[in-house]
């Protein structure tokens, strides 16, 4: 039998492994054939503090729009100006398209600042959701052949991760929101958190274990609201999550998904801005208004329903039904007021702002739009169910690559060693 290694030896071994690249972080991919855009999100910390609209400048994205996908009051005064304190978690609404064959966001533009590297943008400034090499290969035309020096005032295009997946999740209407893992998570603290199961995390994001690691990238499915707006609608597609506000038709109609509901409910959103008739036909009914007549066969509402932004003006649709019960009062998420701290407790995932433990809430109340103002692998067993067929497999992109340098200089002291103690 051979002597053992020295301890010194295993001890420099060990250091030596520690120092080793690791595995890339992995991201959710969904292939797609199509032009079509859908809803999405990606879930992201402030890194430092920031105004409402700078936030918004970062990821392209309208401040009205930023602040009700995180049901954030939107009616108090200035508030696009509003300080955000840094480290706290938003969900930032954003298009994702079809590029080169999978989903990714391709809408994302920045502008470089002194002392931005590729490196710093990545980890710093997007927190994660890209990589410093897919900032370089999505701007093969900007001089970025050194990514620690690059000219102020370069304009970017920024590849954010999304998914679709046919906005459904188990036949029901989702949102799927891009998010970087950190380092105390846990799929099943993940799952808990945005009341999913560890079982459809693992099949959404194709793992084949529910293990995950700081800086892995996955697709969570959140419940939602969507629309059934006619294709030639600017607003097609219109998908809300569950406990939050978006805003559309130029600002002048409010839509909510309210607490457990999963019916889209629009209403006007303010007084304040130029909208064009907001009353349906044939009726004295405005948008969003909803009349019960109780009789001995059941409950006859009739209500005034919001139907898409169409050739620059609103549509509505007026509908009557008969059914069993009156509905009860419109349940509409809970707004809060424009954070100024974080919580006492800060733990990750940062909880969403309706949940337990996340920013302050405060009593529900009208909202109000200021007028001045999205190697690799093998697909899930059939992707999200609901998702189409050829379209909706999710894989992952894993580079193992290790330095060969350090490959060489250890296999050589290896067999150094192994002749010594032999």
């Not at 030596?16 to 690249?21: D, I, N, T, Y």
């Amino acid at each position: 039998m051979p002597p053992l290694l020295p301890t010194a030896t295993l001890l420099f071994l060990l250091t030596l492994g520690a120092f080793l690249p690791r595995a890339a972080s992995k991201s959710t991919i969904e292939p797609c054939s199509n032009s079509d855009t859908c809803s999405s999100l990606v879930g992201y910390t402030l890194y430092t503090d920031l105004k409402v609209s700078e936030v918004a400048s970062l990821f392209s994205v309208d401040p009205i729009s930023l602040l009700l996908t995180n049901a954030i009051d939107i009616s108090y005064p200035d508030v696009e100006n509003h300080i955000l304190p840094s480290q706290l978690f938003l969900k930032i609404p954003i298009p994702c398209s079809c590029v080169d064959g999978i989903r990714k966001s391709n809408s994302v533009s920045y502008k470089t600042r002194p002392s931005d590297t590729l490196s710093s943008i990545s980890s710093a400034v997007y927190g994660g959701l890209v990589s410093a090499d897919q900032i370089k290969e999505a701007n093969s035309k900007a001089e970025l052949s050194d990514p620690s020096v690059i000219a102020v005032g370069t304009q970017l295009n920024i590849p954010l991760p999304c998914t679709c997946f046919n906005n459904t999740d188990n036949n029901l209407p989702a949102v799927y929101m891009s998010y970087v893992v950190k380092d105390v998570d846990t799929l099943a603290g993940i799952a808990a958190r945005y009341v999913t199961t560890v079982s459809d995390l693992m099949n959404v994001n194709a793992l084949g274990s529910a293990e995950i690691k700081d800086g892995d990238i996955l697709a969570i499915p959140l419940s939602a609201c969507a629309s059934n707006f006619p294709t030639y609608a600017k607003d097609y597609g219109l998908v809300v999550p569950n406990g939050s506000y978006a805003i559309t038709a130029s600002h002048c109609v409010q839509c909510s998904c309210g607490p457990g509901s999963r019916n889209l409910y629009c209403m006007p959103a303010s007084l304040a801005v130029s909208c064009s008739s907001m009353q349906c036909r044939s009726s004295n009914l405005m948008l969003g208004n909803i009349t019960t007549q109780q009789t001995s066969a059941g409950c006859n509402v009739t209500s005034c329903n919001y139907s898409g932004f169409v050739n620059g003006s609103i549509a509505s649709t007026l509908s009557t039904s008969l059914q069993p019960r009156c509905p009860g009062t419109q349940q509409f998420p809970q707004l809060i007021a424009p954070p100024t701290v974080l919580p006492d407790s800060v733990f990750s995932p940062a909880p969403a702002p309706s949940e337990s433990g996340g920013i302050p809430t405060t009593n529900p109340k009208s909202s109000v739009v200021p007028s001045s103002g999205a190697v690799l692998g093998f697909p899930p067993a059939g992707g999200p169910t609901g998702s189409p067929s050829g379209s909706s497999g999710a894989g992952f992109l894993t580079d193992h690559s290790i330095s060969f340098p350090i490959m060489l200089v250890l296999g050589l002291f290896v067999k150094f060693v192994l002749s010594f103690s032999l």
